[in-house]
């Protein structure tokens, strides 16, 4: 009897044991990350992410009711040249209205009040965008960036004025949030067209929250909350945008407070949605030794291929948010925007391309022919692209200097020219193929005939009068070197 007993006991404690070790392995894979850099670290960037190749960035908000900002430059030319004063007291960035205004004697300055009147306040900006953005229709937006061939989109949910595109239930000011939830109507929209959302968040400055007005790099760093109240409601936002909207995509901007713990967000993130990714800037200036998926310079590229996945983002002319100055000079042309992304994607970056929308969320004509004409190169030539990996090196140059940028796609290397090619051969210095190697024209049917000159290939071109005149050429060689 007591032996039988014993027996009952020991499989009783067994059954005990197996289903708190079920219970715990269930909460392992629920749950497999910690709020530590350890931890999160483990964390591998995803095949869709380094796929994609191309994000549409959309700023929108206040600040697109005035829509206004000098045209002072790119970002690293300013800065080069004159410095972080000049540029916050020039700050081309349309999405810094509201800072841009409080700076007596700048150009946004002296405009809202010849414009709107000298006691006119940021916040009547309100009730016009809520007015406009009733004629918004998301599914021309996503339908748009995919036919271009973006494979993610990323909004501006709260941007640094404070003001929300989302009805939140964490608030501040109830006047504050946009009558549509903007997010949410914009991610249904994109998934429907097959694409991945990412969400933007600025974490580390609320004007609504500290008003500190910015005009260098110290003031800068200063306007970051360190409040614990604020960090507590950045903390909800977060959550309550990943609970509501399981976001692809986690892309902060201007750090964290440290009080806040960046840590806890990405850990909920992960074990939310294992496949998102988290750019750099909950961790500004890399300080703190924060875990991140991908780097996002802004109007920044590289000379070499760059061992970790990284982002270049930038608008298409000086400003993420739609500045009504922007005009021909200053907005990059279809050329030098293919150019570049090639360049990006050759050196294995990602190129999140901004567009900025007016109040009721139309697209200008400038922007359009940029975008569209970005389309029609990725339609004859996406599959250097998208999908694609680096090869062992980026750049190559032909002999009449015609600049050279690789990928490879399944087996097969691309070589793509960044210009348009004179005469009846091209010489690629420097690249030798194995003698099986077949090469073609991307758009064109025939096979192309090549040698070997020494360390040269050169290749006898096809009629490219035949060809719609092209921002870039590509040959699609059929196995890869391994030189």
Known sequence: MFNHFVRLLLVALTIIMMMKLATSTVFAKEHPYEPTTESLSQHEVPDWFKDAKLGIFIHWGLYSVPAWAPLSGELNDVLAKYGWEYWFQNNPYAEWYYNSMKLEGSDTYNYHRATYGENSTYDEFIPTFNAAITKWNPSEWAKLFSKI?????????????????????????PERIAARDIVGELTQAVRNEGMYMGLYYSSGIDWSIQDTTVTNFDTLSQAIVQDPAYAEYANAHWRELIDRYHPSILWNDLGYPVIGNANDVIAYFYNKVPSGVVNDRFDLGGRLGLHYDFSTP????????????????????????????????????????????????????????????????????????????????????????????????????????????????????????????????IAIQGLTLPKDAAIEMLGMEEELQWQQDNEHLVVTLPNLEAMEKSPAYTFKISSIPQE
């Open 149 to 173: 061939g973006a494979k993610y989109v990323v909004l501006t949910t709260k941007h640094h004025d404070g003001f929300l595109l989302w009805p939140s239930k964490t608030i501040k000011n």
């Open 298 to 425: 802004e109007y920044t590229n590289f000379t070499q291929i760059q061992p970790k996945k990284w982002e270049s983002t930038r608008g298409l002319g000086y400003s993420f948010a739609y500045n009504q100055n922007d005009n021909d000079e200053n907005t990059i042309s279809v050329d030098k925007l293919v150019d570049l992304f090639v360049d990006i994607v050759s050196k294995n970056g990602n190129l999140l391309l901004n567009i900025g929308s007016s109040a009721d969320g139309s697209i200008s004509q400038l922007q359009m022919e940029r975008l569209q004409g970005l389309g029609q190169w990725l339609s004859v030539n996406g599959e250097a692209i998208f999908g694609s990996r680096p090869w062992i090196r980026a750049e190559d140059v032909t002999s009449e200097g015609i600049e050279v940028r690789y990928t490879t796609n399944k087996d097969n290397l691309y070589a793509i020219l960044l210009d348009t090619p004179i005469g009846n051969t």
